[in-house]
């Protein structure tokens, strides 16, 4: 079977960590038509825009993407293009598994989490106003219908993988209206899966200190949009840095795959950056496809890789000297390919 899988290699490291990862997912044998797209502050120079309507129009058609990272200015100029890409596309459903990795050593072992986020609501709906000079106000967004679709969403996911838990984390004691109405929503939807998972809650504040006291006791973690991507790099912290988490981005008719970490424009067109994490969002991007042997053998041999620690294998920030490529080519040959 031919899969179309849109590309998008993004900004700074962007388009050598995407070009490791689709070497490695090519390297298995599946059949993939690649369609390469523009998106960031590179298509804005050669497109007139950071997210051209051919490429919203792509994904929206062949469904899923493979996305690198985009740079976003701090504080002024476009706004982000992964927040209009998710709200365009309506990708309200962000995942992103943290887990320990084989030979990464951190002061933590066998964490295993995955984090679920809303993707198009709260403060990142971006709806801000000068009221009067100096004086800035940021509307923070709930409805129901997306917040009772996460809390569905996240209690699908965990049942159907053999989850153990759920756990919300909130502040709706200080902010009773908005997170107050993503903790109803989540307490209604749990009644229909009650008996077949665990379910509690935490205010975020305290969460953040038990994650950070011990990871094991958590599993699923489901979160409105502003604490999802400040827990999703907290996480990524426990197990060696967001070069090790994947993510993905899943709405009703579409997906998109991509790494956590940012376009690390200070490493750009050196050849040093780690491919890691966007290999890891190939393989969620093959499971998704149903490739599943395929993304077992990617993930057996970045595993094999990893567990041997050879550095001539690594890149630098997981403890080696190697190159980007070296790394790509020590997890083909893993492959046995």
């Known amino acids: 079977m031919t899969h179309t899988v849109c590309l998008l290699p993004g900004d700074g490291i962007g388009p050598e960590v995407t070009t490791a990862a689709r070497q490695v997912i090519d390297a298995t044998g599946v059949d993939i038509e690649w369609v390469v797209l523009p998106a960031g502050s590179t298509a804005l120079e050669f497109c007139g825009s950071v997210l051209p309507q051919r490429t919203l129009a792509a994904i929206a058609g062949h469904g899923v993407a493979l996305k690198g990272p985009v740079t976003t200015p701090i504080g002024g100029g476009h706004t982000s293009v992964n927040v209009s890409l998710r709200k365009k596309l309506n990708l309200y459903a962000a995942v992103r598994p943290v887990r320990s990795m084989p030979g990464i050593k ?106 950070i006291r011990d990871p094991s006791q958590f599993d699923v973690l489901l979160l409105e949009n502003l604490y999802g991507d400040i827990i999703s790099d907290l996480a990524a912290g426990l197990v060696g840095g967001l070069g090790v988490v994947p993510g993905a981005n899943f709405g009703e008719s579409c997906a998109v795959f991509e790494p956590v970490h940012g376009s690390a424009p200070d490493l750009a067109r050196k050849g040093i950056a780690n491919p890691l994490a966007c290999i890891m969002s190939g393989v969620m991007m093959l499971n998704h496809l149903g490739e599943h042997e395929a993304a077992a053998r990617i993930r057996d041999a970045y595993n094999t890789v990893l567990a041997r620690g050879n550095p001539e294998e690594l890149t630098r920030d997981i403890g080696g000297k190697a190159t980007t490529q070296q790394f790509t080519d020590a997890v083909i040959k893993a492959m046995g390919t």
């Not at 002061?107 to 971006?126: A, F, H, K, M, P």
């Not at 709806?127 to 509307?139: A, D, K, M």
């Not at 965990?158 to 838990?165: I, K, T």
């Open 106 to 211: 951190t002061r933590y072992d066998n964490v295993e989490l995955v984090i679920i986020r809303e993707n198009t609501e709260g403060l990142y709906s971006g709806i801000e106003n000068e009221i009067v000079p100096g004086v800035v106000q940021s509307l923070k967004i709930a409805t129901e219908p997306a917040c009772t679709r996460i809390a569905r969403f996240a209690f699908d996911y965990a049942v159907s993988r053999g989850r153990r838990r759920v756990t919300v984390l909130h502040k709706a004691n200080i902010m009773k209206k908005s997170d107050g109405l993503f903790l109803r929503c989540a307490r209604k939807v749990y009644t229909d899966y009650a008996g077949k998972i665990e379910y509690n809650e935490l205010i975020i504040d305290n969460g953040c200190m038990q994650i």
